[in-house]
C-alpha cells in the first residue's frame, strides 16, 4: 500500500504553552492589580485622577500597550531591554542548530562554516532591523493615546514643557496645531508652547486658543532659554522676559531681571528643566529675583525620564528646602504618543477663564502655593534605582507591572487576542500537517 506523503515543509508550531502563559499573566496581573498612576511625590495612588483609554486603544491594547511601556523605559532601562534580548536570539538560535543537527542526517551537501556563519549574521542583523523598527513604530506611528481624567471639576491637568516645529530639535511637521492635537488626546487642558530662543509657536497657536479655557485645550505663551547657563522655561508674556534677553534670545541676563524688580516690575515666573544640574538651581527669593519657582520632577524624554527617576529623591528635597514646585513636562518635541505625566493644579473656576487670564491665575498658584502649588501625576513605572539585580531583570519586570497596572477593559482586549492567536495559530496547524495530495 503507498502512503499519503506529507508536506515536507510545515509551518514552525507555536508554542501551546505561550497562550496559556498570556491569560495566566492576565489573571494574575488582575489577581494582584495596582493603579496605573500615582503621585510622583509619594507614591501613593491619587483617587482624583484616573486613566481613559480610547476605543481604538482597547481594539489595539496589546500593541498600543507595550508601546506605550517602551516609551516610558529611561535610557538606562533600553539598554536593559537591548542586554535581555541579545541573548535570548542567541540562545535560540543555538538550540535551533542544535535541534537541526539531531534531527538532520549527515549531508555531504551540508553549508561550508563561512557561508553558515554568514547567514546568521544576515539573520541576526535583520533581527536587530526588526527590533529598530518595532522602536520606530512607537515613535513615529499615529494612534490612539492614553488620557488622564480628574473628578473635580476645579482640577486642570497642565503642560509645563512643550516644543513646536518652531524649535531647533522639534520634528519639521509637528506644527502648533498638531501640538494642541497631542495634548488634546492626552488629556492635558492646558499646554504651555516653550519653544527654544523663540515665542513663534505661541504666535503660531494663539489664534486657535478657545475663548473660555474650557472649551478646549488652551496653549500658554513661554519660552525655553538659558539662565546662567542653565535650562530654564519662562511662564507668560514676553515683555517681562524680552528686554533682558541677549541679541540671540539664548540667554536672559539676571541682573537685568533684578534691576526691573528693583523697579517694580512684577515677579518673573521660570521653572527649572531636567536634565540638567541640580546643584545650580537658585530659587526665586528676595535676594534672588531671577530665581525659579519650580523644578521639574517629570521631563518626558528618555535622559529627563532617567534623571527624575534616579534622583527623585534628591529632587524632592531640593524643592521642599526651597519651597519650590515640583512639575511635570512633557519635554514634546513631536515624537510619541505617551504621556508620562501630568502637572495637576486646583484653580477654581479656571473653565470660564480667557486663556491669558487662566495663565496668569496658574502663575499665581505657582508663587503663592509654590511647593503645595502642583501634583504631579505620572503614569506608574518600575525602575531599577541602580541595583544590578533590579536592571537586569528589567523586562521580567515590566510585564509582571504591566500586567497588574490594566485596566478591566484592556484585559478583556488581551484575552480577546491571545484566544483570536491561539485559534488561528491551531488552523494554521491543521493545514500545514494536512496529506500532500500525490
Same mark, same amino acid.
Not at 516690575?265 to 531671577?290: E, K, N, Q
Not at 504631579?376 to 525602575?383: D, F
Given at each position: 500500500?503507498?502512503?499519503t506523503p506529507?508536506n515536507?515543509?510545515?509551518v ?7 497562550? =496559556?502563559?498570556?491569560l ?17 511625590a ?6 482624583? =485622577? ?6 481604538? !486603544? ?13 516609551s516610558? &523605559? ?9 542586554a ?11 538550540? =535551533?542548530?542544535?535541534?537541526?543537527? $539531531?534531527?538532520a ?6 553549508? +561550508?562554516?563561512?557561508?553558515?556563519? /554568514? ?8 533581527? &536587530?532591523?526588526?527590533l ?7 515613535v ?42 497631542w ?7 492646558? @499646554? ?19 475663548a ?8 500658554? +505663551?513661554?519660552?525655553?532659554? $538659558? ?6 522655561n519662562? &511662564?507668560?508674556?514676553?515683555?517681562? !522676559? ?19 524688580? %528693583? $523697579? ?19 530659587p ?19 535622559r529627563?525620564?532617567?534623571q ?16 519650590l514646585?515640583?512639575? =511635570?513636562?512633557?519635554n /514634546? ?7 508620562? *505625566?501630568?502637572s495637576?493644579m ?9 486663556p491669558?487670564e487662566l ?9 503663592r502655593?509654590?511647593?503645595? *502649588? ?8 518600575? !525602575?531599577?534605582?541602580? +541595583?544590578?539585580?533590579?536592571m537586569? &531583570? ?9 500586567? $497588574?497596572?490594566?485596566?478591566?477593559? %484592556?484585559?478583556?482586549s ?9 485559534? @488561528?495559530?491551531r ?12
Amino acid at each position: 500500500m503507498m502512503r499519503t506523503p506529507v508536506n515536507p515543509h510545515p509551518v514552525p508550531r507555536l508554542p501551546v504553552a505561550l497562550p =496559556a502563559a498570556l491569560l495566566a499573566l492576565v489573571v494574575l496581573g488582575a489577581l494582584f492589580a495596582t493603579p496605573p498612576l500615582q503621585d510622583a511625590a509619594t507614591g501613593q495612588a491619587v483617587p482624583f =485622577a484616573h486613566v481613559h483609554q480610547p476605543l481604538g !486603544y482597547l481594539l489595539g491594547a496589546p500593541l498600543f500597550g507595550i508601546w506605550d511601556a517602551m516609551s516610558l &523605559l529611561a535610557v538606562s532601562q533600553h539598554y536593559a531591554v537591548l542586554a535581555t534580548l541579545v541573548p535570548l536570539y542567541l540562545a535560540r538560535r543555538l538550540y =535551533a542548530a542544535w535541534a537541526s543537527r $539531531r534531527r538532520a542526517a549527515p549531508d555531504p551537501r551540508r553549508r +561550508s562554516l563561512p557561508l553558515r556563519a /554568514l547567514l546568521e549574521l544576515l539573520r541576526a542583523a535583520a533581527a &536587530l532591523a526588526a527590533l529598530l523598527a518595532f522602536y520606530a513604530a512607537a515613535v513615529f506611528i499615529p494612534r490612539p493615546m492614553v488620557a488622564v481624567r480628574l473628578d473635580d471639576p476645579d482640577l486642570l491637568a497642565v503642560d509645563f514643557h512643550s516644543h513646536t516645529n518652531r524649535s531647533h530639535d522639534g520634528w519639521a511637521l509637528f506644527t502648533a496645531a498638531r501640538n494642541r492635537a497631542w495634548h488634546e488626546d492626552g488629556g492635558f487642558d492646558a @499646554a504651555y508652547v516653550t519653544d527654544h530662543y523663540t515665542w513663534a509657536g505661541v504666535d503660531d497657536a494663539a489664534p486657535a486658543n478657545p475663548a473660555r479655557a474650557g472649551e478646549r485645550t488652551a496653549m500658554l +505663551s513661554g519660552m525655553e532659554v $538659558r539662565l546662567r547657563n542653565r535650562h530654564v522655561n519662562l &511662564l507668560g508674556d514676553r515683555d517681562r !522676559y524680552v528686554f533682558a534677553l541677549d541679541g540671540t534670545w539664548h540667554h536672559l541676563d539676571p541682573d537685568s531681571i533684578a534691576a526691573a524688580r %528693583e $523697579r517694580g516690575a512684577p515677579p518673573v515666573t521660570m521653572l527649572y528643566t531636567i536634565p540638567g544640574r541640580l546643584d545650580a538651581i537658585v530659587p526665586l527669593a528676595p535676594g534672588s529675583p531671577a530665581g525659579v519657582v519650580g523644578v521639574e520632577l517629570s521631563d518626558g524624554a528618555p535622559r529627563g525620564l532617567e534623571q527624575a527617576r534616579a534622583e527623585r529623591a534628591k529632587i524632592l528635597a531640593i524643592a521642599d528646602s526651597m519651597d519650590l514646585a515640583v512639575v =511635570a513636562g512633557s519635554n /514634546l518635541h513631536g515624537w510619541g504618543r505617551t504621556v508620562a *505625566a501630568w502637572s495637576v493644579m486646583r484653580v477654581p473656576g479656571w473653565r470660564d477663564m480667557p486663556p491669558d487670564e487662566l495663565g496668569g491665575a496658574i502663575e499665581g498658584a505657582l508663587h503663592r502655593d509654590r511647593r503645595r *502649588a502642583v501634583t504631579v501625576v505620572e503614569r506608574r513605572m518600575p !525602575y531599577h534605582d541602580g +541595583s544590578r539585580a533590579g536592571m537586569a &531583570l528589567t523586562v521580567p519586570w515590566l510585564l509582571w507591572e504591566h500586567f $497588574r497596572m490594566m485596566t478591566a477593559a %484592556e484585559r478583556g482586549s488581551w484575552i480577546a487576542w491571545t484566544v483570536l492567536a491561539a485559534l @488561528a495559530g491551531r488552523r494554521v496547524r491543521r493545514r500545514a500537517s494536512a496529506p500532500v495530495a500525490p
